[in-house]
């Protein structure tokens, strides 16, 4: 569902409108490094993968990490295990 969406770009440039582009790829960088052998987001689960990270901080970091989320499952990410979309129903 993300063929030919460039999600490093995309993330750099949502977070980046937001926290500005010096925090943007700060933030990016920082999560890169803790990820064996990655230097680019390359996939809607890396994205959202940063999204959860940036959620788990505080202030307009997790606020923007909740929307990169949202972005990421639009593209195909499967979110949270166990998630099927539901919200609220019971099976």
């Known amino acids: ?3 030919g969406v460039d999600v490093h770009r ?3 440039d949502k977070v980046g409108r937001i926290l500005g582009p ?3 790829s700060n933030l990016l960088t920082a999560f890169l490094s803790s ?3 990655r230097e680019r987001l390359e996939s809607a ?6 999204g959860r990270s940036l959620s788990e901080m505080q202030g307009m970091e997790q606020a923007v990490g ?3 989320t949202v972005q990421a499952v639009i593209l195909g990410a499967p979110g949270e295990p166990g998630n099927s979309g539901t ?5």
């Open 22 to 24: 010096a925090r943007a």
């Open 45 to 50: 689960e890396d994205l959202y993968a940063f």
């Open 1 to 3: 569902m993300n063929e």
């Open 10 to 12: 995309l993330a750099l």
């Open 66 to 68: 909740a929307l990169i």
């Open 87 to 91: 919200y609220g129903r019971k099976s």
């Open 35 to 37: 990820r064996p052998a």
